[in-house]
């Protein structure tokens, strides 16, 4: 069964700085995996997707890299903006491709100016 | 491209009362669609999977009698929340999967229900 963990829960930074947000994941017969955003009281946007075949993806100030084999995904945030503050989710999706998404409890990013 | 929508944004109900949510996706065709809820300060926990033109799955503990889900075209799906109680008090939220792309699931901004 999959089970996927964020560290830490929450983290608080000053406005410029660069951060990483963790994720792990028991099982590494992963299909993919999705990092998103989610805004107090709203749904949530995905920032990222990375398949299994794929190391990393970038989009803008974002990049997401996945290792397998040590279960492990990172979100890199470059040049922290306060509009940047929300909680961040990631999710894995089993082998197979119809299998569910396993969401983490996320880290709620605060980016002071 | 590839929104999602879901309605009401926020519904508040009587005990015993039955409130329906709706899903759609706007400008594509999903094959699949999710339904997931949300307790303040937890994680998504997916309730079902609805598939156009079939019986929807459903996760184990939830009751497939109470939450009544239904995929009638492949850009609409909708849960239905049957007497409902206090306890279904949740953020409810789905998300949509293209019928043809790269498995990413796109998700709606939720619906708010408070049963009083």
């Known amino acids: 069964k999959q089970e996927v963990t964020q560290i830490p829960a929450a983290l608080s930074v000053p406005e410029g700085e660069n951060l990483v947000l963790n994720c792990s994941f028991t099982d590494s017969a992963i299909y993919n995996l999705q990092w998103f955003r989610q805004d107090p009281g709203k749904g949530l946007t995905s920032l990222l997707l990375i398949q299994s075949s794929q190391r990393e993806q970038t989009s803008g100030r974002l990049n997401a890299s996945l290792d397998k084999s040590s279960g492990r995904s990172t979100l890199y945030i470059a040049a922290s903006q306060p509009g940047d503050s929300a909680t961040y989710l990631c999710?894995?999706?089993?082998?197979?491709?119809?299998?569910?998404?396993?969401f983490g409890k996320g880290t709620k990013l605060t980016v002071n100016p | 491209g590839a929104v999602v929508s879901q309605h009401p944004s926020r519904v508040i109900c009587k005990s015993g009362t039955s409130v329906k949510i709706e899903c759609r996706s706007l400008?594509?065709?999903?094959?699949?669609m999710f339904w997931y809820r949300q307790f303040p300060k937890q994680s998504l926990m997916l309730m079902a999977t609805s598939n156009e033109g079939s019986k929807a799955t459903y996760e184990q503990g939830v009751e497939k009698d109470k939450f009544l889900i239904n995929h009638a075209s492949l850009t609409l799906s909708t849960l239905t929340v049957t007497s409902a109680h206090p306890e279904d008090s949740s953020f409810y939220i789905c998300?949509?999967?293209?019928?043809?792309?790269?498995?990413?699931?796109?998700f709606g901004p939720g619906t708010r229900l408070t049963v009083l």
């Open positions: 998300s949509a999967e293209r019928t043809s792309g790269t498995d990413e699931q796109f």
């Open positions: 400008d594509f065709q999903a094959t699949t």
């Open positions: 999710a894995g999706r089993a082998q197979g491709g119809s299998e569910k998404l396993v």
